[in-house]
C-alpha cells in the first residue's frame, strides 16, 4: 500500500462507520491512525490502519488523549469524529486544539443548537423547510396541551440523539396513537428524559426512509453530495441503517443544500428524510453534525469519496472529480439486516423471495472488501466459535471443559502432549478450554507459530569515527548508566530470555545511548552490540565458536515520539565504530522480515544478506529453520529456551 500524503488522519473509533472512514482514506494513500477500546471492533483488523492507539472510556477524554499524542506530530494530523459525543468534545474544547490538529466544525454554539431537536426544529421553520409537525415537553404539565394539538400517530423521543439508549440497551423511542397513549409513554419515560420532543409520525415502512451525506468547506460550499435510500433499519422503522441504496434526486440535493447553506455550516454532515406516501413530499426528519454518518461508506463505494474529499480540502491538496458509478452497490450491515428481515417476515410483510431481491448483487457487506477481507473475518469469527462450539457438543467429541464448574483460571493452561486418564476431557477437552479462553488464533499459535528473521553482516575492521550531531548525544555506557537502562528495558530482558542489564556490561556487551545534549536521561536511541546472542547458539551450533569475542550482533530502540528523524542509520554509524574500538571484526544483525525500514536500512549501509531464521513453535515445541548459502536445517531449541519467552529482535 503506496502512501501518497503525509500527514495523518486519526479516525476517533474503529467502529462500522470508523471501518469506511479509513477504507475511504487508505485507498487513497492516507496514513490512518485508528482510537479504539474494542478488540472486536471491525476497523481494528483492517489494512489501512496503520496504527492503533486504545482508549478507555473510564479514564481520560479523546481530547486528553489528542493533547497527548499531539507532540508526536511534525504537522497537524486530520481528526475524524464518529459520534455526536465526539463532536461536542471537540467544539467545546477546540481552542485546546487548535493549531494542533485539523477538522472543520462549526463555532461551539451552532453545534449544540442544531443537534437539539428544538434547535434544528427552530431552524427547519425558520428557512421554510419541510418537516413533521414537532411539539417540545420540558416538564409533565406539558404534556396534556401537547396531546390534545398533536397530529396521530405520534411518537416520544429525547431531544438530543446521545440520550437515546437506555440503561436497557433499548431505543427511547415510543409510538403514541391517541392522546391517552401518549400521555403514558411520556409519564413512564420523563424520569430519564424530561426533555422529550413529540413528534408526528410520518407513515410508510423503512424504505421510505431517505438521506443525503455532504462535506462543506469553509465558505459553506458543498463540495460532495451523495444521495440513498434505506432498504431496512435495525430495530425497524426508528433505528440505525441495517442496508441502504444510491439513489439520483435533485430534490434531497436541494434541500439539504438550503439547510446547510442557511445555518452557515461547515464540515462533514448529512441529513435523514422520510418521504410522506400521502402526498409524495419528502420532510426532514434530523441532521448529522460534524461527523460521518453510519452509513457513509455507501458513497465510497460508489465512487464518492466524502471523507477523502474533506481530508483534501483539509491540507491544501487536490480532491479528485467525484463521478458516481453508473452500476449501483447496496451497503448492507448483513447481522442487523437478516434480523430486520426476519421481524419483518413474522409480520407476513415480506417474503423469504422479497428479502433475497432486496439484496441481490451487486451488494457490499459492511465489514467486507475485496482489498480488506479481515474485518469481515473478524466480524463473523465469534458467530463461527459459538457454531462450532455447539456442533462439537453434539456430536458429543468433546465434554465439558470444565467439569467441576469453576471458573477457569487466568493463567493459560499449556497444551498436554496426549491423553490424562481419569479425566472426562483428555487432550481434545483441554484444547477446547483453551481455545474458548483465548481464541482461536492464540490456540493456533501455541501449536504452529514462526517468526522470519533476515540475517545481515558486515565487517567493521576499518571503520572510521562518525561525525558529531548537534541534537544528539552518543556514548558507550558504563556502570552508572545501568539504572537508565534498566528503566528504559521495561522487563523485556526477561521476556527475551537474556542476562541483566548490569550482567551483560559486566560480560563484555556494549550498550550505546543517544540522549538529548543538555539532557543525559531524555534517551532518543538504545543499541546493544551482544557477544552472547541466543541467535548464534542458532546459526553457528553449540560448540565454542558461536562465541568468539570478534564476532557481536546488534539489537536498536528509538522511543516512539524521536522515530523518522535518522536516529537509526546514525546511531548504527556510531555502534560500528564503538564495536570496532572493542575488537570486534563482524557484526551480525537479525531483522525482522516484517520490519521493511530496517531491512533497507542495513542494504543501504553495505550490510550482506547472509540467510534467513525461522524460530517458531512446532506441536508445543520450540524449533529453528535456519537457511544459509542454499543449505537448510532445523534445530530443537536448547531446553531453556522452550519456555514462551525464546529469543526474538527488536531492531
Not at 533497507?600 to 525461522?614: D, F, I, N, Q, S
Amino acid at each position: 500500500m503506496t502512501m501518497r500524503h503525509r500527514t495523518p488522519a486519526i479516525v476517533l473509533s474503529m467502529c462500522v462507520n470508523g471501518l469506511g472512514v479509513a477504507r475511504s482514506l487508505g485507498r487513497h494513500g492516507v496514513p490512518v491512525i485508528g482510537v479504539t477500546h474494542r478488540r472486536d471492533d471491525p476497523g481494528v483488523h483492517s489494512r489501512y490502519v496503520c496504527r492503533l492507539w486504545r482508549h478507555e472510556p473510564a479514564g481520560a477524554s479523546l481530547v486528553d488523549l489528542m493533547l497527548e499524542k499531539r507532540r508526536y506530530f511534525d504537522a497537524p494530523p486530520v481528526l475524524f469524529p464518529t459520534s455526536d459525543e465526539m463532536v461536542r468534545d471537540l467544539a467545546a474544547r477546540w481552542d485546546q486544539l487548535a493549531g494542533g490538529f485539523l477538522v472543520r466544525l462549526p463555532d461551539r454554539a451552532l453545534v449544540e443548537e442544531t443537534m437539539s431537536k428544538r434547535g434544528f426544529a427552530a431552524w427547519v421553520e425558520r428557512l421554510g423547510l419541510p418537516a413533521p409537525k414537532t411539539a417540545f415537553v420540558d416538564d409533565p404539565g406539558q404534556i396534556r396541551h401537547v396531546a390534545r394539538d398533536m397530529t396521530y400517530p405520534c411518537v416520544v423521543k429525547p431531544e438530543f440523539q446521545s440520550a437515546r439508549p437506555t440503561s436497557g440497551g433499548s431505543l427511547k423511542v415510543v409510538r403514541a396513537e391517541n392522546p391517552e397513549e401518549l400521555i403514558q409513554a411520556y409519564l413512564a419515560l420523563s424520569d430519564e428524559i424530561p426533555r422529550a420532543v413529540v413528534q408526528e409520525w410520518i407513515p410508510g415502512g423503512d424504505g421510505e426512509v431517505f438521506f443525503c451525506l455532504q462535506y462543506y468547506d469553509d465558505k459553506s460550499l458543498p463540495l460532495a453530495s451523495f444521495c440513498g435510500r434505506k432498504i431496512r433499519q435495525w430495530p425497524p422503522h426508528v433505528g440505525s441503517t441495517a442496508s441502504c441504496e444510491p439513489v439520483v434526486s435533485l430534490d434531497l440535493v436541494r434541500l439539504t443544500t438550503a439547510f446547510f447553506s442557511g445555518i452557515g455550516f461547515k464540515g462533514l454532515c448529512s441529513m435523514e428524510y422520510k418521504r410522506d406516501p400521502r402526498d409524495g413530499r419528502l420532510r426532514m426528519i434530523e441532521p448529522t453534525i460534524g461527523r460521518t454518518d453510519f452509513q457513509s461508506a455507501v458513497a465510497d463505494i460508489n465512487g464518492v469519496p466524502i471523507p477523502y474529499i474533506a481530508y483534501c480540502d483539509l491540507v491544501g491538496a487536490t480532491a479528485p472529480k467525484v463521478q458516481e458509478r453508473r452500476r449501483r452497490i447496496k451497503w448492507v450491515r448483513l447481522a442487523s439486516d437478516w434480523a430486520s428481515a426476519k421481524h419483518y417476515r413474522g409480520r407476513k410483510e415480506i417474503s423469504l423471495l422479497h428479502y433475497l431481491r432486496s439484496i441481490r448483487p451487486p451488494m457490499r457487506p459492511a465489514t467486507w472488501s475485496p482489498e480488506d477481507p479481515m474485518p469481515l473475518i473478524a466480524d463473523m469469527r465469534p458467530r463461527l466459535r459459538r457454531k462450532v462450539r455447539g456442533a462439537l457438543r453434539r456430536l458429543g467429541l468433546v465434554g465439558s471443559p470444565n467439569p467441576t464448574g469453576d471458573a477457569v483460571p487466568h493463567t493459560a493452561p499449556s497444551l498436554p502432549t496426549g491423553s490424562t486418564a481419569g479425566t472426562t476431557t483428555g487432550f481434545i477437552g483441554k484444547t477446547w478450554a483453551y481455545y474458548r479462553q483465548y481464541g482461536l488464533r492464540s490456540l493456533v499459535h501455541r501449536i504452529h507459530r514462526r517468526r522470519r528473521f533476515v540475517i545481515y553482516t558486515k565487517c567493521i575492521a576499518a571503520v572510521e569515527r562518525p561525525k558529531e550531531y548537534p541534537d544528539v548525544e552518543f556514548r558507550v555506557a558504563g556502570p552508572d548508566d545501568v539504572p537508565l537502562l534498566s528503566a528504559l528495558d521495561g522487563g523485556s530482558e526477561e521476556v527475551l530470555g537474556l542476562p541483566s542489564s548490569e550482567e551483560r556490561l559486566a560480560s563484555g556487551d556494549l550498550a550505546l545511548i543517544g540522549a538529548v545534549p543538555d539532557d543525559c536521561n531524555e534517551v532518543m536511541y538504545v543499541s546493544w552490540v551482544c557477544r552472547n546472542d541466543p541467535l548464534f547458539r542458532l546459526l553457528f551450533g553449540d560448540g565454542a565458536d558461536w562465541n568468539r569475542a570478534d564476532r557481536c550482533s546488534r539489537r536498536m530502540w528509538v522511543p516512539e515520539r524521536y522515530r523518522r528523524q535518522g536516529l537509526a542509520r546514525r546511531g548504527l554509524a556510531f555502534a560500528e565504530w564503538a564495536a570496532a574500538q572493542a575488537g570486534v571484526c563482524r557484526l551480525w544483525a537479525f531483522i525482522l522480515r516484517s520490519n521493511r525500514p530496517s531491512v533497507a536500512l542495513h542494504r543501504g549501509l553495505g550490510y550482506e544478506e547472509y540467510g534467513t531464521l525461522r524460530v517458531g513453535r512446532c506441536l508445543g515445541k520450540r524449533v529453528a529453520e535456519l537457511r544459509c548459502r542454499g543449505k537448510r536445517r532445523w534445530h530443537a531449541l536448547p531446553r531453556h529456551q522452550q519456555g514462551e519467552g525464546g529469543a526474538s529482535v527488536v531492531a
